[in-house]
């Protein structure tokens, strides 16, 4: 059965620390994907990295960063240098390919930035 | 056009009302998604159209009502609703392959509130 858990309910930095996103994953496919949403308080889930289950290069985007561990089974997610606007919930999710339409979203993890 | 545009981002309505929830998007996508979304909780499934076609239906009660007129627009028709089913109503369209690869990408919600 598939399952994605995100351990991290709610953490709070202040502006300028680095804060990393846990999430871990199960899956018995071979071939699956990896999503991160943010979800700020607007209420409408932005779609921030995918990644493919052959694909473990780590990929940074300006002061995103995730780091994908198959060995691990986890796809965590690092803000470098956190801003006030940083501020929402974060949702992993995975999704398969005989999944048909269906993502597995995590709890999701709420970060507050304090300035 | 790169967004998902849902109307109306409030609905509060008494629970012998009838009224629709509208999606809608130019992008070409031609699968379209409803979640539920409670406070605190991730986004739930309730209904695919791939192709205009009603994909999925997850057990949803029939006081929700989906209806898909054309490849742009996406309703969801409500009536007698509980007090239980007030939550965030969240539409999302992907490109339409079905194959788990797919960025949802998520329109910024209907609040409802059933009294």
């Known amino acids: 059965a598939q399952k994605v858990t995100q351990a991290q309910t709610e953490i709070s930095v202040v502006e300028k620390e680095d804060v990393t996103l846990d999430c871990v994953y199960e899956?018995?496919?071979?071939?699956?994907?990896l999503f991160w949403y943010k979800q700020p308080p607007s209420g409408e889930l932005v779609f921030l990295i995918r990644?493919?289950?052959?694909?473990?290069q780590n990929e940074i985007s300006g002061r995103y960063s995730w780091n994908f561990q198959k060995s691990t089974s986890s796809f965590n997610f690092t803000i470098t240098a956190s801003q006030v606007v940083d501020s929402a919930v974060y949702f992993c999710?995975?999704?398969?390919?005989?999944?048909?339409?269906?993502?597995?979203f995590g709890t999701g993890t709420r970060l507050k930035v304090l300035a | 056009d790169t967004e998902v545009t849902q109307t109306p981002k409030h609905l509060v309505m008494g629970m012998t009302n009838k009224k629709s929830l509208k999606c809608e998007q130019h992008?070409?996508?031609?699968?379209m998604y409803w979640y539920k979304q409670k406070a605190k909780k991730p986004p739930e499934l309730m209904f695919v159209?791939?192709?205009?076609?009603?994909?999925i239906n997850e057990s949803v009660p029939s006081r929700f009502s989906p209806e898909c007129p054309n490849s742009s627009l996406l309703n969801l028709h409500l009536h007698a609703l509980q007090p239980e089913d007030s939550a965030l109503y969240l539409c999302?369209?992907?490109?339409?392959?079905?194959?788990?690869?797919?960025?949802?990408?998520f329109g910024s919600g209907t609040q409802l509130s059933v009294l």
């Open positions: 999302a369209s992907s490109r339409g392959a079905g194959q788990g690869e797919e960025k949802l990408l």
């Open positions: 899956t018995r496919d071979t071939t699956y994907y």
């Open positions: 990644r493919n289950s052959f694909d473990e």
């Open positions: 999710a995975l999704s398969e390919p005989s999944g048909t339409y269906k993502y597995i």
């Open positions: 992008m070409g996508h031609r699968a």
């Open positions: 159209y791939s192709y205009e076609k009603l994909s």
